[in-house]
């Protein structure tokens, strides 16, 4: 075994008290998190980073009422693949966040990121929108295709990882779609749960828990023999 630990978009706008799509409790799994990054056992480090243009898909202001209520209404998406680009989502609307280049896209100061050794800088194509740190919402990977910095699946399989354990936030947003696409990369992934927190808690964790496991993730704890015997 040879594991990668990936810290989800422990940012600014999705923690309290300040951010303007704050995840209830997402500042406090800093020293969980931090404990994790210290772990000897892992081989690889990764933190990922919505870093969205201005004029994002995704919020809300960008378009007009009164469909245009966040959390409520949504907006249909087209695959950016120029070969793709019939096939079409659903996007939920949020509310402004992580914009490029301001201080609520900013890692929490709490998050020790001296040992992360890539950051993933995502969701910067303006037309899509990507909660995994692996691809878009049409699974493209293609950093040319979905304005991400980096191919985390090439940069995990060069370095022969085997196990991919995801923390941070949103459970049931972006760190599902990473436990999930790690997964259909052929990495073994696991979710931290005690180090992890949804933007809707409690219904949000359970529907999370039953798509994850219908797809092979492992739901482990931080004190648990899956970290305990990484070496």
Known sequence: MKAALIVVDMQEDFCPPNGSLAVYGARDLAPTINSLLAHPGFAVRVASQDYHPPGHISFATNHPPPNNRPFECSIKMANPAPSKQTETQEQTLWPVHCV????????????????????????????????????????????????????????????????????????????????????????????????????????????????????????????????????
């Not at 040319?144 to 923390?167: E, H, K, M």
Request: with cysteine; glycine share 8%.
């Open 100 to 231: 490029q280049q301001t201080s609520g896209a900013d890692i929490i100061p709490e998050i020790d990121t001296s040992k992360i050794d890539l950051l993933v800088k995502k969701g910067m194509h303006p037309l899509v929108e990507m909660y995994s740190a692996f691809a878009d919402a049409f699974g493209n990977q293609d950093p040319a295709i979905v304005s991400v910095n980096a191919n985390l699946r090439s940069f995990l399989t060069d370095r022969g990882v085997t196990d991919v354990f995801v923390v941070g936030v949103a459970g049931d947003f972006c760190v599902k779609h990473t436990a999930l696409d790690a997964a259909k990369a052929g990495f073994r992934s696991h979710v931290v749960q005690d180090a992890t927190e949804c933007v809707v808690p409690g219904s949000g964790w359970k529907e999370t828990t039953q798509e994850l496991a219908a797809a092979g993730v492992s739901i482990i704890q931080s004190d648990g023999p899956e970290i305990a015997d990484l070496i």
